[in-house]
Structure formats: structure tokens, C-alpha cells
């Protein structure tokens, strides 16, 4: 059975798609950038963009019963390759061994995005 999960303290979805969705034990997460739930980008740098986008998919996996803890893997979007290792510093803010896998990809983001990040969690029934 899919359940929706979704909470007014991340960013509502602008367009057909869920905050969440959770299937038995696995949690996926739609991607997050740099906003406030009030849809307010953070600012220019990729640190602080990477810690709300991480702060709204926290917030998102505690509506649905979750914690960072339960990522099992994490996808990361850049604008620019070159904004890798100030994303890595502030990523690493978020986790301890063992860690989720990661893939980290450049992408086309919308207009001031330096960031998006997905991910998948695996939750106790």
C-alpha cells in the first residue's frame, strides 16, 4: 500500500508529485534544494543551500516516522561541477559510518539552484 507523506515544513510541491511516498518499509523522497517551506531560496552559496535542502528532507522524514539515520541512498544534483566540494563539506555535516551510497551528478536546476538532493530511506515497519 502507498502513503503519501507530506508536512507544511518543507517546501509543498508545485507541481504533481509527492513530498514522500512510503511503501512498506522504504520511504522515497522527492528532491530538495536550497528553500524554506516559504519556497525562499536560502542564498548563493552551496553549503547553506545543501543544509536546507538536507533540513527539508529531515523534516520530511520525520513526518513520515523517519530519521536521517534511516538513508539508504542519496542522490545529488549540482549546477556546476565545480560547486562538488563545498556541497561535500556540508553533506558530511548530515552523516556518520555507515553511510548512505551516493551519486552526484551535474544538472540543468532551476534559476539560483546550486543543489537538489533525492533520496531513498529504509524505515522499521
Given at each position: 500500500m502507498k502513503k503519501e507523506?507530506?508536512?507544511?515544513?518543507a517546501p509543498v510541491p508545485v507541481g504533481p508529485y509527492s513530498q514522500a511516498v512510503r511503501v512498506g518499509p522504504f520511504m522515497y523522497l522527492a528532491g530538495q534544494g536550497g528553500f524554506t517551506a516559504a519556497r525562499e531560496l536560502v542564498g548563493e552559496d552551496v553549503g547553506a543551500q545543501?543544509?536546507?535542502a538536507f533540513t527539508n528532507l529531515k523534516n520530511v522524514l520525520e513526518a513520515g516516522g523517519g530519521t536521517l539515520k534511516d538513508l539508504v541512498s542519496v542522490r545529488v544534483y549540482l549546477?556546476?561541477?565545480?560547486e562538488f566540494a563545498g556541497m561535500n563539506?556540508?553533506?558530511a555535516q548530515?552523516?556518520?559510518a555507515p553511510f548512505p551510497v551516493r551519486t552526484t551528478v551535474s544538472a540543468g536546476l532551476g534559476p539560483g539552484m546550486k543543489v537538489?538532493?533525492?533520496a531513498v530511506a529504509?524505515?522499521?515497519e
Open positions: 507523506i507530506k508536512t507544511p515544513l545543501t543544509k536546507q549546477s556546476d561541477d565545480s563539506e556540508a553533506y548530515f552523516f556518520e537538489e538532493i533525492d529504509v524505515l522499521d
